[in-house]
T-cell receptor, first 116, second 118 residues
Framework: DTGVSQNPRHKITKRGQNVTFRCDPI?????LYWYRQTLGQGPEFLTY????????KSRLLSDRFSAERPKGSFSTLEIQRTEQGDSAMYLC??????????????FGPGTRLTVL | AQSVAQPEDQVNVAEGNPLTVKCTYS??????LFWYVQYPNRGLQFLLK??????LVKGSYGFEAEFNKSQTSFHLKKPSALVSDSALYFC????????????????FGTGTQLKVEL
């Protein structure tokens, strides 16, 4: 399967613990995005990378959140000192973006985080 | 800031009947519009997009969408619904600053649950 993959698929943690999620994009895609989806809502943008550079961060991304894409391939999203309000589905997407070519984003299956 | 509205939380339709899932948008500049479908416990799957050109866009699984600039709408349609089309559908608009490389995020609506019954 050459789609976007995310690990783990589910994570249950206690409030105050740190968690890290991984996303492996489609191999030739140069852009990688993180979104958060809560029940009954559409996905909300968190941040995105062009290759290894993090180019935009949403105001939703508090100081407890950090994302990296060290070699321009996979990405990690870490949440420190988790809170119950962090419980959500975290979605990763990737796309191939070239000048004047507006491509769709391909989404992974998501990581469902539950903070107890 | 751009926004998307999906006025119906749920749409029910009988199998074989045409379906429409509504979407209206608000954006500065040219809109870049997308439809995605989400099945339970799965990520979003791309259905179709409007960037420029013909107002009627054809996509996957027999779906199509009609772009109407004067009504700022991008309704999803299918001539004959199938039970397997039952899922959650999201309309999304892309940040137009993507043209200059300033941004590429998608802003999604709240979703419309489509239920196709026999």
């Amino acid at each position: 399967d050459t789609g976007v993959s995310q690990n783990p698929r589910h994570k249950i943690t206690k409030r105050g613990q740190n968690v890290t999620f991984r996303c492996d994009p489609i191999s030739e895609h140069n852009r990688l995005y993180w979104y958060r989806q809560t029940l009954g809502q559409g996905p909300e943008f968190l941040t995105y990378f062009q290759n290894e550079a993090q180019l935009e961060k949403s105001r939703l991304l508090s100081d407890r959140f950090s994302a990296e894409r060290p070699k321009g391939s996979f990405s990690t999203l870490e949440i420190q000192r988790t809170e119950q309000g962090d419980s959500a589905m975290y979605l990763c997407a990737s796309s191939l973006e070239l000048a004047a070519l507006y491509n769709e984003q391909f989404f992974g299956p998501g990581t469902r985080l539950t903070v107890l | 800031a751009q926004s998307v509205a999906q006025p119906e939380d749920q749409v029910n339709v009988a199998e074989g009947n045409p379906l429409t899932v509504k979407c209206t948008y608000s954006v500065s500049g040219n809109p870049y519009l997308f439809w995605y479908v989400q099945y339970p416990n799965r990520g979003l799957q791309f259905l179709l997009k409007y960037i420029t050109g013909d107002n009627l866009v054809k996509g996957s699984y027999g779906f199509e969408a009609e772009f109407n600039k004067s009504q700022t709408s991008f309704h999803l349609k299918k001539p004959s619904a199938l039970v397997s089309d039952s899922a959650l559908y999201f309309c999304a608009v892309r940040d137009p600053r993507g043209i200059t490389g300033g941004g590429n995020k998608l802003t999604f609506g709240t979703g419309t649950q489509l239920k196709v019954e026999l």
